[in-house]
């Protein structure tokens, strides 16, 4: 049962009806719902489209659908080293002093940064805490995306702000998916996509200023902001902005959603045609959403491993395609994996040495 596409979809943030519609990605189904393996019932599809604000800038799902809650995801290692990696640069600038307090909106999949924070003699504090006695330092590592009135989530953490706190968010670059073709990082659930421009536009409503900006190689590119109220963007924050301007257009993603989806799917046709044994590794949302654009079933996939004990005996939404373990991926001795997590494929390389197997990562 699909809801309809609002006529007009109304900004998550700032509320204007104007905009682009970049990216249909048709009907799909809910990416983090994962039916048991034996159940044949035929999953419920939702629209999944990219609409981009023309007054802000900001780049977001137009269409309301239910989102189910999200089986808990195993952490992965590239994940945990990034926080410690982001929480190194951060106090490198001498933003982060013992004895600050501190409270963190979390994602629920990116790794916490209370522990890192509280190794470095910050003292953690519950929301609840912090919307009594607003804190020095407020941290929102990937947890943005996921509220679908931005403008009010943005308001919530800066309520819990002390005057010259500080609120650092971490969010994937929106000029860096179209950059790097990550058309299926696009995913019900992740309400928003936001580039420097649009966020910056963002906490000005709020009283905030982003006044420094980190890059890391996460996912593609993420942006670490730091803002806070009064001060002026540095040369990190102008430079930023200025290349974000230089990405291609948005609806760039559209072609290389038909582009990666074709290949796959010929991919597999052939290596099925050559009698190549095919698995894939990582039934994360990017696959949930590639393996239903591309229409690939298990005739062409025959399972997906993944680490999360919870997925196992579950099948892709959408299709027949089991979940299985590492365990039996050893145990099945494939000629090829796909890892549809690429962030994993070091890993992964590594954890397997003795599986004669080619590892690819698709389109
Ligand atoms: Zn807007």
């Not at 049962?1 to 007009?8: A, E, G, K, T, Y």
């Not at 998916?177 to 299926?184: A, C, G, M, P, T």
């Not at 890892?339 to 390389?349: I, S």
Request: aromatic share 6%; charged share 20%.
């Amino acid at each position: 049962m699909n809801r309809q596409h609002p006529l007009v979809p109304i900004c998550r943030a700032c509320r204007a009806r104007g905009g682009e519609l970049v990216l249909d990605l048709g009907e799909q189904p809910a990416t983090d719902h994962f039916p048991a393996a034996t159940d044949a019932a035929e999953d419920p599809r939702h629209p999944l489209r990219l609409w981009v604000c023309s007054s802000c800038g900001l780049a977001q799902l137009p269409d309301e659908v239910p989102v189910p809650v999200e089986p808990t995801r195993v952490e992965s290692q590239a994940l945990a080293s990034q926080a410690a990696d982001a929480v190194a640069r951060v106090a490198a600038s001498g933003l982060l002093r013992a004895g600050m307090r501190v409270t963190e909106f979390g994602s629920g999949h990116a790794a916490s940064w209370l522990p890192l924070l509280a190794a470095r003699e910050l003292v953690p504090i519950t929301r609840g805490e912090a919307e009594r006695a607003p804190v020095d330092v407020v941290v929102d590592a990937f947890g943005l995306t996921h509220s679908p009135d931005q403008a009010s989530a943005l308001v919530e953490r800066t309520r819990r702000l002390a005057p010259d706190g500080v609120l650092l968010l971490q969010f994937q670059s929106f000029p860096g998916i179209i950059r790097n073709r990550q058309w299926n990082v696009v995913r019900h659930g992740h309400f928003a996509y936001h580039c420097t421009e649009a966020m910056a536009g963002m906490l000005r409503v709020t009283g905030l200023v982003p006044v420094t900006a980190w890059r890391f190689d996460l996912y593609g590119e993420t942006v670490l902001l730091a803002a806070r109220r009064g001060g002026t963007p540095d040369d990190s924050v102008t430079t930023l902005l200025a290349e974000e301007r230089d990405a291609p257009h948005p609806g760039t993603l559209a072609r290389w959603a038909e582009r990666s989806a074709n290949e796959l799917r010929t991919w597999l046709e052939r290596a099925a045609a050559e009698g190549r044994a095919v698995l894939g590794y990582g039934a994360a949302a990017r696959a949930v959403v590639l393996l239903n654009r591309a229409g690939v079933d298990r005739d062409l996939l025959p399972a997906v491993v993944d680490g999360s004990t919870r997925k196992w005996g579950k099948r892709i939404p959408g299709t027949r395609i089991p979940v299985i373990s590492p365990t039996e991926l050893t145990a099945a001795r494939p000629d090829a994996v796909l890892v549809f997590v690429p962030e994993l494929l070091r890993e992964l390389r590594a954890a397997h040495v003795a599986l004669p197997a080619q590892w690819l990562v698709p389109g």
